[in-house]
């Protein structure tokens, strides 16, 4: 079985600053790990994948995400804030045997001028 | 290049009626998934089909829901005799190949709210 926690419900944080979601998973085989975020009333959009090349994952806007084995985390970063990163973001994990995707509950972000 | 297609946007049923929501998957997938959020919780899987076949129903409620994916047309959730309980945002997503291999593509979602 695997599991996924967001360990922060909301971050808020001013534009132009760093930003980080931390996610933590539990999986009992070779994970897959996505991010992706969603704007208000809009589908999922995927941030970035990471399935087991290189432990540092650049994504879209310049987003980039670790995964940390010994940690089991994957956590999201991003050096400088914009207004337009307000939104919800998921941490999912997929076993490399299983197809069924696991969501984490979410991190909401706000981004303040 | 369209992507997932949901349709409708938004459907509001009263309780005891149906709710049909249809999914158009990205031209060329043959993988379709049903999710359903929940207010303030991450998506939950549903379904999983393929053309004409349904993979894996084991997150679908055994009574009221079904779905299907035609060789013909777009993929249906259908929910009957909807509850309160049923509002929620049910999200539908393709893929070219299995997930483990290939991430999903989403639609916009359907908001369902039941009065």
């Known amino acids: 079985a695997q599991s996924v926690t967001q360990l922060d419900s909301h971050v808020s944080v001013s534009e132009g600053t760093p930003v980080l979601l931390r996610c933590n998973y539990s999986?009992?085989?070779?994970?897959?790990l996505f991010w992706y975020v969603q704007h208000p009333n809009k589908g999922l959009q995927l941030l970035l994948k990471?399935?087991?090349?290189?432990?540092l994952v650049k994504g879209i806007n310049g987003f980039e995400a670790e995964f940390k084995k010994s940690e089991t985390s994957f956590h999201l970063t991003k050096p400088s804030a914009h207004m337009s990163d307000a939104a919800e973001y998921f941490c999912?994990?997929?076993?490399?045997?299983?197809?069924?995707?696991?969501f984490g509950a979410g991190t909401t972000v706000t981004v303040r001028a | 290049n369209a992507g997932v297609m949901q349709n409708p946007r938004h459907l509001v049923r009263r309780r005891g009626q149906e709710a049909r929501l249809r999914c158009s998957p990205v031209?060329?997938?043959?993988?379709v998934y049903w999710y359903r959020q929940l207010p303030e919780e991450g998506l939950k899987f549903m379904v999983y089909?393929?053309?004409?076949?349904?993979?894996?129903e084991s997150g679908m409620p055994k009574e009221r829901f079904s779905a299907e994916f035609p060789k013909e047309g777009p993929s249906i959730l259908r929910i009957q005799q909807v509850v309160r309980g049923d509002s929620a945002a049910y999200f539908c997503?393709?893929?070219?190949?299995?997930?483990?291999?290939?991430?999903?593509?989403f639609g916009n979602g359907t908001r369902l709210t039941v009065t």
């Open positions: 997503a393709s893929s070219p190949s299995a997930v483990y291999n290939s991430p999903l593509h």
């Open positions: 999986s009992s085989y070779s994970p897959s």
């Open positions: 990471y399935t087991s090349a290189a432990t």
């Open positions: 999912v994990v997929s076993n490399s045997n299983d197809y069924k995707l696991s």
């Open positions: 031209k060329g997938h043959s993988h």
């Open positions: 089909l393929q053309k004409e076949n349904i993979i894996d």
